[in-house]
């Protein structure tokens, strides 16, 4: 399959890379292409991330990663979001099925960053509005980028994966693309108004975070 | 020790005759004390409530369960809270220990409903800031009440609750609390502030309790 990855930042490339293991073709879309050789925030640059893909990685513009793409990943900062992919463009976007796993912090007003996401909206609820025919599937927001492609690296797997989107036949690709990662305990939440409910737990996931000390960990549902 | 206990519906009832089995002797503040006979809500009356304490139990208003706890339990109906507290009044809450597990769940727009809580403001925060003596501690409101006080009975007790409050004493005070109901995993989150991200979880908690229909469960921090 072919996957555009919007966003190159670190969750991007842990995605792109994965996928590329996997045995998909994988195109990152970012705002400067050319730049291949300098760090992206936290992670390395593009050109060491093409040389970790076996020649199954391309760099294109958002436009080009969201043609490029048969299902496309929203992996760009939550804040900037609806700006990327209204510089990818309504007509590759299409009706593609994208796993939407940005948030929102706003790191304006001090540490740690505030959630914008309330009982009232979620960014992937907005994704969809401004791009109706966009199949949204919210997922993998949750946890940090290792533990979204490798699950089985913390406690064996046994600990869950949430899913929030409108269509059924969306929701099914995404979860065939989670077990291949490793996933075992996928928890379809409902319709794409569930997201709210995965958005909103960053606060509470950046506490657990500053409490283990930067330590690989993910919520489990126990039933 | 004795425990009062603001608010007399399903949750109030549960830790009420929960810390009664433990030896405690404990009063339920209601707005109507002399209103035995009815249901509370989804709860029995206040009258079978006190038959099943063995002689523990009493009946008050806000202000003479306040006064007669030495530590509290905030049970009320998180959109009534402040309210009650009002009811209540500063000088029978004093300095003591309030464990406040209330949430905000505004139904008046249809199901599910929608949580008040946002990354700007938690109900157990404006509790503090309007009571600034009470030592507030924020915990148990991410669960049922039969997963509150008998943790064992779901997977064996391996899950989590988390406590948020400013004073190291008062969590100290709960957390041994929660040791007697049997809790083994309790997740210091932090300060006051770290209430927002546990209140944040109820769209999350209620979507999965949704999809589960109506079992027992629970979040844990699988690290």
């Known amino acids: 399959m072919k996957i555009g990855i919007l966003g190159s930042g670190v969750v991007g490339q842990v995605i792109g890379q994965k996928v590329a293991e996997l045995g998909h073709d994988v195109m990152i879309g970012t705002r400067d ?17 093409l040389a970790d893909t076996n020649g199954r ?6 436009a080009q990663a969201a043609a490029y793409g048969e299902l496309l990943v929203n992996a760009t900062n939550g804040l900037a979001s ?6 990818a463009g309504a007509q590759p976007l299409g009706n593609k099925v994208m796993l939407d796993l940005a948030n929102e912090l706003d790191v304006s007003r001090g540490m740690p960053p505030r959630s914008l996401a309330t009982d009232d909206r979620s960014l992937a609820e907005e994704i969809q509005a401004a791009f109706p025919d966009v199949r949204v599937v919210k997922s993998l927001n949750t946890m940090n980028a290792n533990v979204m492609v490798d699950p ?7 600990h ?8 059924a ?10 077990r291949a990662f ?9 319709d794409l108004g569930s997201a709210r409910g995965v958005e909103m737990l960053l606060p509470l996931w950046l506490r657990v975070w500053g409490g283990l ?9 126990v039933r």
């Open 33 to 49: 292409p050319a730049n291949l050789g300098e760090p992206r925030g936290w992670a390395p640059s593009l050109g060491a991330w």
């Open 57 to 62: 990685g391309r760099v294109g513009t958002f």
């Open 82 to 87: 609806l700006d990327a992919l209204r510089q």
């Open 152 to 158: 089985r690296a913390l406690a064996g797997g046994d």
């Open 160 to 167: 869950t994966v949430f899913l929030s989107g409108n269509d």
């Open 169 to 178: 036949e969306a929701k099914a690709q995404v979860a065939e693309l989670l």
């Open 182 to 190: 490793g996933w075992t305990d996928i928890f379809d939440l409902g």
């Open 213 to 221: 000390g930067n330590v690989p960990f993910n919520f489990k549902i």
